[in-house]
Every structure is written in C-alpha cells, then in structure tokens.
C-alpha cells in the first residue's frame, strides 16, 4: 500500500516538474530519480521528498525556491491521494496523504490475514540458504545458534517476499577434523578399559561429550574394538562419532526450531568424483603447477595475491577442492542464487571460493557469503564466558535454551534466545547480556514485543466479557480512527510488505526485528492514552477492535518470520 502510494505521488511529482520545465520556469536537462523518505513527526505529513534539493544547482536557484515552482504545478483539487503539500527545511517537500488510505490500508490487511506481508517481488527466483553446517565434531554451540536463527529467518523472509527459498545443512563428515575427531574418541574408549598412560592428538578434540560417548559405548558393545586394529579402530569411530554427533546436532536444531530442506554431505561429494572432474578442469585450463610437492591453483590469475594449495603432497585435497565441488553440485540443481553464512573465521575463504568458481566458468555474483559474527556470553559480572570446542570449553546451544529454561519456562526459552541472536547486524558481534535474557519482565525486549500481541488478545477477551455484543470488522467506521496515534499505527502496519522485502533482499532479519519493537512500541503507547473499550462510545470501541485486530495480524506474521511464538496470554 506505502508502496503504491509512493509510486502515484512520484508520478504526480514528475508531472509537476516537467510542466515547469516546459514553460521553463525550470532549467534542467533531465528530470533526476524521485525518492521518498518518512517523516519525523505526523505534523510533517506523511513522507518527504528532497527532489528539490537535487534539482536546485542544475537549475541554478535555490532549493525552497525549486520546491515552490513544482508545488505551484500541482492542483490539489485534481488529486485525491494528496491532502496537503508543504515546503520544509532546507526545501523538503512534506506530502499529507488523504486520510482514506488509511482505511484501505486497513482493509487490505484484514482481507489478506495470513498473507498479508507475502509478495511476488522475487518473481520465484530460487534462491539456496545454506546455514549453521557445523562440522559433526561436538554440540552445537551458541555460534551455531545463532547462525540458525538468522539463516532460517533469511529463508522465512525471502519465501515470504516471493522468492523459492531452500534450506540446507552441509555435513563436514570428511577430511582432517574427521580423522581426529576418531582418533580422539579412541583414546577416550581406550581408557574406559584401563589404559591411562594415552593422550588426546594434537588439534584433536577434549570435550566432555567424547568421554559420555566413551561410556556409552562401552555399555553398548563392551570391548568389542579393543583388539582391531588402530587404523580399524579409528575408522570405525569416525563413522559411529559422526553419526551419533550428528543426530545430536539434529535433535538441537529440532528444539530450537530450525527444520532443514536438504542435508548434504561432504563424503557424498568426495565419493562422486566430483573433486577429481574439477582437478582435471583445472589441468585442462592450465591453472595448476606442482611446487614443493604439491599441486598449487593460480589463483593470481583471477587478481588474488596468491596462489593456494589444493592438492597436498600426501595427495589429499584442501578443503577448496570438495567446497568447489560442493557450489559446483548446488548450481547444477537449479538455483540462481547462493547464500552462504559462515563463521568470521571464513573471511579468507571467500575470495578463494569466488576464484575456483570463476574458473569454473560461474559467475561470482550469484555467490553471496555473509559473515555471521562471533557471540560473546556476558556473565552476571559483565565478564566474556571463554569458549573453545577443541579445549572442550564451550557453551552449547543446549546449555543455552536449560538455562533460560529454568528461567523463563522451557515454552519462551527458544523466543528469548532466537530473539537476542537476531536484534543485532549479522555482521555485528553480539554480547548476548545473560542476566537481561533471565529477566520475565518488559525489560526483556522479547517479551516487551510479545505482549503487545498477548495484550491484544486480552482486549478482545475483556469485549466478550463486557457484553459488547458481536464485533465484526466490515461494519467498524474506519474514519473515526483520526487520532495521531491511532494513525501512526496504520502507517507503521502498511509498511510491513516493504519491509519485508527490504529485509529479505538485504539479508537483515534485524530490521524486522526493529519495525516490530517500533510497532509494539506505538500500541502500547496508544492503548496506555485512548480506551478501547467504551460502553459509551461503541462505533469507536469498533473501529478501535478493527485496528487492534489488524495490529495482531501484522505482529503473527512477522513473529512466524522471526520463528517467535505469539502468546495469547502473559
């Protein structure tokens, strides 16, 4: 609706401009783009223009003076869309829209209910989402939390703003942190049965859920491996701790609300023969040389600095080889675009990515890769709670969700740590403020936003129990809804299909987050000043439920986006 709006008053602009141009009141070449912005307050109108001020050198007078002219142009009585039209500040131009839009809003949003928000803007461009990928090696941890929330909000945003949006999850159950992570567990089974003098591998892993996976296998299949072979040994337990890891992974992600399309594997890439096609491309478009007994990719061929290993010289691949592969497999399913988020630590990677793909003969523009930064637990004395996998000091995405379990309730504990992971920037580190997610309180923002929702699911509890009768919403006056509150309401709730798309096509599920804040923000601020249930004055109680009822239907969609649930009750 904001968006239709703003198209007509463009057009109403344009034409203004060029009958002052025509009678050359006007001295411009070209007429530049018309953009529009909010307000600050209702009492500037409804949205701003600064055309003026892009006009103003190229016709040589000042800008209030090139915003008279094309006001001058405009004959309101030929315009219904537009109420009132002023010259502000340096020369904005401050554009009132008539009140009746306002109601239409209204209507639209009830009309749509649930899909209201969804769009066709992505014209079903399928668009892959590949997020968290945790290598199977140990629990989940709050990164990895994170990295959840936000790729399944992008997923949620770019479905509901018209694109075909897939989830996937790559497994890194092949290569070097493989091996170690079996080599590790075989020095905790070992141990189990007495032999005390063996020690974790370098770079392996020393996390507590090693020495559980130990006893549980003991207790499964007692001393059944002691006598393999170690290279059987270690074999079989790469195979049995990426499974049991992984599942464990799985049933995290389950409970924080996280489904996943598809699960790719990297020992599937490998075994297809993939990588091997790619080397061999390579060889054939002389991009590899062997040096020091490796086989290095030129990749300052494509403007890096340097060039990289992909072959080692005991012959297996870097990780570049299968990843390429792996990029190579989703293009070759379908998709247009590929989003990928990774860890700060894959910085480096990235342009590298970028070069094989090239070489590959993919254009890098349809590889997008967002940085999810690292989270910090802020303890109850303001300190960083250090983690690390490898030392087997973590806190992981299950501790997280007990912990404000026991005190939120198990039902708020995925709202409250999804929310926190998703009010700041991707690519803003996050010092997620343990005492604040504690609280049950509105100093939470969660549960600020939430009972806005709840609160609008009381009043029209509190109207059966008044005896006001049937409320229905296409006999509710819309025009009585004048008040600058009741309006800043409306004009917020319009809003939310564009933003959506905003949010989407810019891969920030924080903005949505924001809007929402601002929206609950504004209804709490209405309902604490206006009643809105009056015996006295029932046309008003309605027309008040109709803005109340479309307030609900705008804070559960865009709440489903967030994967936050909506209480009736708080």
Known sequence: MIEQIKNDVHKVLETAIQIAVNINELKIDKIPKIIFSPTKAPEHGDIA??????????????????????????????????NQIDVAGPGFINIFIDNNWMASSLKEIHLRGDKFGYTEHGQDKKILVEFVS??????????????????????????????QATSEFYINDAGGQVLRLGASLDVRYRQQFGYSNLEIPEDGYHGQYLVELSEEL??????KYLDLSENDRIRIFCDLAVERLLSDQKKSLERF????????SEKDIRESGAPEQIIQSFKDQNLLYESEGATWFKMTDFGDDKDTVVVKSDGEYTYFVPDAAYHQNKFNRGFHTLIDLLGPDHQGHISHLECLLRALGYDQS?????????????????????????????????????????????????DVARYFFLNRSNNSHLDFDFDLALKRANDNPVFYLQY???????????????????????????????SIDEQQMIRKMAEFPQLVIASADNRQPHRLVNYLQDLANQFHTFYNKSRVLNVGQI??????????????????NGLKILGLSTPERM
């Open 49 to 82: 223009s600064p055309i003026a001020l892009s006009l103003a050198k190229s016709a040589g007078i000042g800008p209030r003076q090139v915003a008279e002219i094309i006001i001058d142009k405009i004959d309101l009585e030929k315009q219904p869309l537009i």
């Open 134 to 163: 945790a290598n199977p090696t140990g629990p989940l941890n709050i990164v990895s939390g994170r990295a959840a929330a936000v790729g399944s909000t992008i997923v949620n945003l770019l479905n509901m703003a018209g694109y």
């Open 218 to 223: 003991k207790q499964e299949v007692g001393n």
């Open 257 to 264: 609300g996280v489904e996943f399309d598809v699960w790719s």
């Open 366 to 414: 349809r590889l997008e890769c967002l940085i999810i930064q690292q989270v910090s637990l802020i303890d109850s004395t303001g300190q960083k709670v250090e983690m690390s996998k490898r030392k087997g000091q973590l806190i992981t995405l299950d501790n997280l969700l007990d912990r404000l379990g026991e005190s939120v309730d198990e039902h708020f504990a995925v």
């Open 452 to 482: 806005a929702y709840a609160r609008s699911c009381s009043i029209f509890r509190e109207m059966t129990q008044r005896g006001l009768g049937a409320y229905e919403f296409q006999k509710a006056d819309l025009s009585l809804l004048n």
């Open 539 to 556: 046309d008003l109680s309605y027309a008040r439920l109709a803005l109340v009822s479309c307030l609900q239907i705008v804070l559960r």
